[in-house]
């Protein structure tokens, strides 16, 4: 990111993820989030229609904290519309509050230093220390639900506690209106279930997570049984969660693996993927924490990860992103950006085991279909879509430029599975539609270098349909940078990355943008999609600069 002036008075956000759209009293809204710089921000646009069905954006606000229950938002990813009209989000990369403090203020062994100077803290050590105290951790890893109250434009913000607090990338809600998936986008990740108490109303329910076992003799088609994490509701776990003196001490007791290579009686294995975590068992070094959960519920719907490990749900996934759901077949589909780490056999990332999953690795990802029963809980899952690094691939292309790559948000809509790549293994990701009858694939859209594309779906304004996404962070690394080190977050930027000129500003801001408008009948339930003779217009001159208004985001 930059900053157009020392004072960082006029700060840009080149990272839009999702639009989501709403008529409330005849005005049509889009509300989209940030993913960064931190704190992350909402932002509401009021849109016009002209008779040709060409949207246009009136104003641009920020979505306000209107209450002390929110106190700020974190690493906002993708999120969808849920069945009521609001706007669902994820806030990712949590804290681990197990060290105290953030992951991007210094959550590494060794990296204190330099998490004070991204905090502007400097050398300042009571002002760091002060920070600490009054730091809320366990308030962030929640899903933040954005509602329009009125015609004109007030909203209202709460961050949904009862949904698990993980690396949430989305979560999408069932056509009963009371189950809820969600998605935990890092290493060791659980796919989460919660079952409100009642249709539409999230403050209080069940929270499971997924077990995983391997059909006989088959490394990629699993039977899906659901493990009880908790019971809870939003009122006592908001009180909990904004208490600057919650702590991981409160919720567990922690030892090390005794040295024959197991926890103590009355602990029990939980596989944390970071590497202060990394103990020697038996000549070999694994991620493994031994705990024990203090009574209170609490800790599964906090520290949900680590309670699932403890529980037996599988916490082996690596980089669970998008979740999407088909009303014709009754199935989720989810996507894994690459086949590692915990998904491999006897990884070090499995921890103490069980080792659930034991897929072959594939660093192009896959989607898998989840089928669902008539209560809409998974019961089996399968891969039906994978990407290759063995045919038609290049220097700058790792993968083939016919499949895949590093799938990452998913949209279902009229037999077509839309997915978003988000990776360095094609020069230019694309937005792919998998058409579920015929099995072909399609590109729909590509991205400049270094870009991704997100928040793709299927919105409705002015009684026209539109596909919706969202471009980010266009021209941010070179062909083959990679992260500094394993556990830096591919976002992060160098100190001083700036814009050459005012071109390559422009190009290096944040997109959002639509295709369409497309026909109703042309996305009746039972139709194909069809975008031929719908091109997209590129806009330009004060066009354009309305259409990357929509992404700047200004100081406060």
Known sequence: MWSKDASLADLYSNAPDIPTFAEVGGTIFMVNHFEYPQPAAAYLSTITANDNGDLSVINTAHVPDNSSRVQGLWFLCRGEKTPWGTHLGAEEYPPDCLQEFARYYGLYTGAEKAGQGAMAFGANATNLARFKELFSCYNYGASPEVGITSPDGSTNVIKWRTLGRISHETAVVMPDNRTIYSSDDGSSGVLLKFVADRPAELSSGSLFGGMFKNKQGKRDEFDIEWVLLGKGSQAELEAIALNPSTRFSSMFEAVNVTSDGTCPEGFYPANTPFSSFKQKVKGK???????????????????????????????????????????????????????????????????????????????????????????????????IVAGNNKTNTDKA????????????????????????????????????????????????????????????????????????????????????????????????????????????????????????????????????LNFAGHALSVPSGSAQEQVLGASKVCAA
């Open 397 to 528: 292309n790792k993968c083939d430029v016919n499949a895949i790559a590093g799938p990452d948000n998913l949209f279902y809509a009229n037999h077509n599975l839309f997915i978003a790549e988000d990776t360095s293994r094609h020069a230019n990701n694309f937005l792919w539609a998998y058409n579920l009858k015929t099995g072909t694939l399609s590109r729909i859209l590509s991205t400049p270098v270094g870009a991704e594309v997100t928040g793709q779906r299927l919105s409705f304004a002015a009684g026209r349909a539109y596909l919706t996404w969202a471009i980010q962070h266009p021209m941010e690394t070179e062909e083959g940078q990679e992260p500094a080190d394993k556990d830096q977050h591919p976002m992060e930027k160098e100190e001083g990355q700036e814009p050459a000129d005012k071109d390559q500003e422009m190009a290096m801001r944040g997109y959002v943008g639509y295709l369409g408008p497309l026909p109703l009948e042309a996305v009746a339930p039972d139709a194909a």
């Open 285 to 383: 070094s694994i991620y493994v924490e031994c705990l024990k959960v203090k009574p209170g519920m609490a800790a599964a719907f906090l520290e949900t990860r680590r309670v699932a490990a403890i529980k037996g749900a599988t916490t082996e996934w690596e980089k669970l992103e998008g979740i999407t759901y088909d009303p014709h077949r009754n199935r989720l589909y989810i996507a894994l950006t690459s086949v590692d780490k915990g998904m491999l056999e006897a990884n070090a990332y499995d921890g103490l085991g069980p080792d659930h999953l034991r897929f072959n690795p594939n660093p192009c990802g896959i989607v898998m279909a989840l089928e669902l029963d008539s209560a809409f809980s998974a019961t089996q899952g399968t891969v």
